[in-house]
């Protein structure tokens, strides 16, 4: 759960599953999330789409490196996930 603390807005997901959506996996940046969805722009493209996370399992490539990623574990609001993790590393001696 640690690497899913922090921002994930233009960090590469990679979908290997997810409710909806026919052509998997599929490789793309999130632009933007909310408490349900992610929403990103596949490679090569310039449309946005919206990936519920509800069912979705993929992999976010983030500075720290590859996470599992298991959308249903991830619904909780952004602003309260990056709040969380700020006041953990505040408080972490590490």
């Not at 690497?3 to 290997?16: A, C, H, K, P, Y």
């Not at 632009?31 to 996370?53: C, F, H, Q, W």
């Not at 996470?67 to 972490?92: C, H, M, N, W, Y």
Request: zero cysteines; a positive charge.
């Amino acid at each position: 759960m640690k690497g899913w603390m922090g921002e994930f807005i233009g960090q590469s997901l990679r979908v290997t599953s997810a409710p909806g959506i026919g052509a998997l996996p599929l490789s793309s940046t999130i632009v933007d999330e909310s408490l349900n969805m992610l929403y990103v722009v596949l490679e090569g493209r310039s449309r946005t789409i919206a990936v519920p996370k509800h069912g979705l399992r993929g992999l976010l490539t983030t500075e720290e490196g590859a996470i599992d990623l298991i959308g249903d574990e991830l619904r909780v609001r952004p602003e309260d996930r990056i709040k969380r993790f700020a006041t953990r590393r505040r408080e972490s001696p590490w």
